[in-house]
């Protein structure tokens, strides 16, 4: 018997698995990344590398698929609602068990392997929503839940004996403490920590996205853009990005695109690069050059000379100016 095995990279996934290979079946993984997803963090954001490594640990090939705009459309408007940001959990959980489904009918598999956990989370988990959203996903009776499966309704492959129920588990809500325990059983010891997987679920990210789609901006660039910098909003037109070190000013440099604007401190300073986006005036460029200003060394309350330009200009302009109040600067923040 073959199942795919849907694999976020964190522990309850990879026990599933292990679980269900424990019990002779042959284990496809396959990993939804979403714009959004951050398990591959450890490895500079490469999700098929990391992939990879759960894969080798688990014995197991996992295949990536990338969800782009698709999703995008998911988060935009969710059938079901939002859980506590801007995470649309239960129509991600559908969409990614549609496209397991696809990869089971695929590869001649027999059906589906999660590692949810019945009530482990507020929206997504509750037993009702489980057996909701695989009929939604078209696999009613067909995805095995190994950790919760004694606690869960019987599903097709135990009543086939192609699986033992016997063998399976019991857990329920959110306490972890079993699945540690399991994993130092299994020999599951590199795993990432629970919920640090998708920003969706950050209050600071969901701030970011409410005001992405509120402005008619939700797309994958910008999306992409999030993940770096402090975000203000200057107008309803204007944004500044911030660089936080040096890593985040190149990344920034990265993503100019012509009709952006540029910010950086004087000569002998040290300090941010700053990227405008948006519709700049002279008062916009001033509040931009303040924050920049505020950004540098040797702000406090000395002027600074900050240059900009508007991409694709060659010659950076100078603005001299004092840094913006931190209270001024809290308001507009994103
Ligand atoms: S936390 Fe993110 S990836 Fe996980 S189900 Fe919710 S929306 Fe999907």
């Not at 200057?234 to 936080?244: D, H, N, T, W, Y």
């Not at 012509?258 to 509040?287: H, K, N």
């Not at 050059?289 to 010659?315: A, F, G, R, S």
Request: net charge positive.
């Amino acid at each position: 018997m073959k199942a795919i095995a849907l694999i976020s990279g964190g522990l309850d996934s990879m026990l599933a698995a292990k679980i269900m290979q424990g019990q002779g079946i042959e284990v496809i993984g396959l990993h939804c990344s979403t714009p959004f997803d951050t398990c591959a963090k450890k490895m500079n954001g490469d999700t098929s590398q990391f992939m990879k490594f759960v894969g080798e640990s688990l014995g197991i090939p996992v295949i990536v698929t990338h969800l782009g705009k698709e999703f995008l459309d998911i988060v935009k408007n969710p059938r079901h609602g939002y859980g506590s940001h801007v995470n649309p959990c239960i129509d991600c959980r559908i969409f990614m068990l549609g496209k397991a489904h696809e990869l089971m009918l695929s590869h001649q598999a027999n059906f589906i392997i999660t590692g949810e956990v019945a009530n482990q989370r507020d929206m997504s988990q509750h037993k009702p929503t489980l057996r909701m959203i695989e009929k939604r996903a078209g696999l009613l009776g067909l995805i095995v839940r190994p950790l919760s499966a004694k606690i869960l309704p019987e599903t097709i492959p135990e009543q086939k004996n192609w699986i033992q129920r016997d063998n399976l588990f019991n857990f329920n809500g959110r306490n972890r403490r079993p699945q540690i325990e399991l994993a130092n059983t299994l020999g599951i010891h590199n795993y990432s920590q629970p919920a640090g997987g998708c920003l969706l679920t950050d209050v600071n990210n969901a701030r970011k996205i409410r005001d992405l789609i509120e402005h008619n901006l939700f797309n994958l660039e910008e999306v992409a853009l999030m993940r770096t910098g402090r975000h203000f909003r200057l107008s309803p037109f204007a944004r500044l990005i911030v660089g936080r070190d040096q890593r985040e000013n190149k990344v920034l440099e990265d993503f100019v695109r012509e009709g952006d604007y540029l910010f950086t401190s004087p000569d002998d300073t040290a300090g941010p690069c700053a990227l405008g986006r948006g519709e700049f005036d002279g008062s916009i460029v001033e509040q931009a050059c303040k924050i920049t200003c505020y950004y540098c060394d040797k702000n406090d309350k000395m002027e600074l000379v900050i240059k900009y330009k508007k991409v694709p200009e060659d010659c950076f302009k100078e603005v001299k100016v004092f840094s913006v109040l931190p209270e001024d600067l809290k308001k507009i923040r994103i």
